[in-house]
């Protein structure tokens, strides 16, 4: 039925999207050909049976048994067929595979954010391995959204306060769209996120240099979304005042006093050695609480936050 799929559906990239689209196409045509036999003696009998003489009356009929059993009986046993087939398909997709690669959806309003194995993150653009098993784990930060990807034919609630998953593996490299499927206000509409369906060169590219907004955004906006997307906004303030880490306003060009007794000059070196190994220089008045971001903020990123602390004067 590929040809009939590709007719009538759109692009299907996945497995299961295809034997979606099986069960859509069938029961359409099911209905259609149900359709055209209803309409067809619905015009026919009247005709047919209309009395044509004054005074000729029909015989009277009160039923037809075998006739009464047969449209109870097949439309009965097409029905429990399409709940079978529809069933079936829907219990496969949901099966996990155990070696699937887990990426966890944050949802809020009105954004999708992205978080790899390997700690990486992007905002509106999920990757994915081509023909690889993937498992979403979903949650949301404010009200109930659905993440809801058309070429697959796949859907969810993602609900606040809990954690929905959802498998699929697509089969189709690519660019496809993901939409949010419930209304949650305001911006709803433009809830939307892409999914990149990578060749596996692209997803490791993907994941050793970011995604796409990473290598284009201007460095103090990526220092700036680096901030507040990997956490250092949980220990470092902005304004000045004294959290769990020193602030960064005013921190670039200052002598910085360490443990130690001795002193340095907040300089390139010195932020990108603090980011990537905080306990080599721990400044005076501070635990060495801070934990290494080796490997988990790409180059440009670490760029980025060096740019933004120089903004902060
Ligand atoms: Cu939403």
Redesign the pocket.
């Known amino acids: 039925m590929n040809w009939l799929r590709d007719w009538m559906m759109p692009l299907a990239a996945s497995e299961h999207a295809k034997k979606v689209d099986d069960l859509y196409i069938f029961t359409f045509w099911l209905m259609l050909a149900f359709f055209i036999l209803i309409v067809y003696l619905t015009v026919l009998f009247p005709l047919k049976y209309k009395r044509k003489k004054e005074g000729v009356m029909t015989i009277n009929f009160s039923h037809n048994l075998a006739l009464e059993l047969a449209w109870s009986v097949i439309p009965l046993i097409l029905v429990i067929g399409l709940f079978f087939w529809g069933f079936n398909d829907y219990v496969e997709s949901r099966v996990h595979q155990n070696d699937a690669i887990e990426v966890h959806v944050t949802?809020n309003?009105?954004n999708w954010a992205f978080e790899y194995p390997d700690g990486s993150r992007s905002i509106k653009a999920l990757h994915v391995p081509v023909n690889k098993p993937v498992r979403l784990i979903l949650t949301?930060e404010d009200?109930?959204?659905?993440f809801f990807i058309p070429a697959l034919r796949t859907k969810t609630d993602?609900i606040p306060g809990r954690y929905v998953e959802l498998p699929f593996t697509a089969t189709v490299a690519g660019k496809h769209q993901v939409f949010?499927?419930?209304?949650?206000?305001r911006?709803?509409s433009g809830?939307f996120a892409e999914l990149y369906v990578d060749t596996p060169e692209q997803y490791e590219t993907f994941l050793k240099e970011g995604p796409e907004e990473f290598k284009t955004m201007p460095l103090v906006e990526l220092g700036k979304f680096t901030y507040n997307e990997a956490g250092c906004k949980s220990c470092h303030t902005i304004d000045g005042t004294k959290s769990e880490g020193p602030s960064f306003k005013n921190l670039w060009g200052k002598s910085e006093k360490l443990r130690d007794g001795s002193s340095v000059t907040v300089d390139e070196s010195y932020i990108r050695e603090s980011i990537l190994n905080p306990t080599a220089k721990v400044v005076a008045g501070y635990e060495p609480v801070m934990p290494s971001f080796q490997g988990l903020l790409r180059d440009r990123q670490i760029l980025g936050v060096i740019e933004y602390i120089k903004s902060l004067k």
């Open positions: 949802a309003k009105w949301s009200v109930l959204h659905a993602v949010c499927a419930e209304y949650c206000g911006g709803h809830m």
